[in-house]
């Protein structure tokens, strides 16, 4: 087995289901990595790229709004991981964006998740959801993975995040800040920006709640 890069911590983002929130933390949580003056790096294993392509018009964005952070993104594959692995050296964290569907690459991908010092699986208080991600964390933890779900686009006053709730605790950790379904969280990704980059947004508390999470996790 590899050593894992000197001085970079990675964060992975995953989770077996389309659309269970993986681009959107990952550009939240890359922007107050950066904030926090981290040399953070993006890795989209995505074929879509979606972070890519977010990064992208960041860039362009900047050029108004210099006082904005910077962000970095490096596209790739899952199966290019290992050419990926020696470049994040240089990095003090990488958090990587996967791809749906990765059930179909789990070797791979238990691989990739063994080498995280965390793991969050965002999950929606859906039925969905739920037998989507459980099974696909049972096989990565077995793999030797650390991490811990994370209740996304979540309402408290339902039956189904008390359910959800449960039903996750019951097959592995919890992260303790649940994200809230609000539209300002996703809202600026249009203009390469996040919900971090706005003083007192709705939102941008809870996203500053699961970075310090995070931070103490993977120990950076």
């Known amino acids: 087995m590899m050593a894992k890069p000197k001085g970079c911590r990675i ?73 990926v692995r020696p470049k994040l050296a240089t990095y003090q964290l990488a958090i990587v964006d996967t791809a749906p569907g990765v059930e179909h690459e789990m070797a791979r991908m238990v691989a990739i998740c063994r080498d995280a010092a965390y793991v969050l699986v965002p999950c929606s208080p859906s039925t969905d959801d739920l037998e989507s991600v459980v099974p696909w964390w049972t096989s990565l933890a077995a793999g030797g993975a650390h991490g811990a779900f994370v209740l996304n686009r979540a309402n408290r006053r339902t039956r189904a995040f008390a359910a959800s709730r449960s039903a996750l605790l019951r097959h592995g950790a919890l992260v303790p800040v649940e994200i809230p379904l609000l539209e300002g969280i996703a809202a600026p990704f249009s203009s390469g920006l996040t919900v971090m ?21 993977i120990g950076v």
């Open 11 to 83: 964060l992975v983002l995953g989770g077996s289901k389309g659309g269970c929130g993986r681009s959107t933390l990952t550009r939240n949580l890359l922007v107050a990595a950066r904030q926090a003056g981290l040399k953070a790096v993006g890795v989209d294993l995505d074929a879509q790229r979606t972070l890519g392509k977010w990064a992208a018009r960041r860039t362009e964005t900047r050029s108004q709004l210099p006082q904005i952070v910077d962000v970095e993104v490096i596209a790739a594959s899952a199966d290019e991981w290992d050419a």
């Open 197 to 217: 980059d706005y003083d007192k947004a709705a939102g941008a508390d809870v996203i500053a709640d699961l970075w310090r999470h995070t931070r103490r996790e």
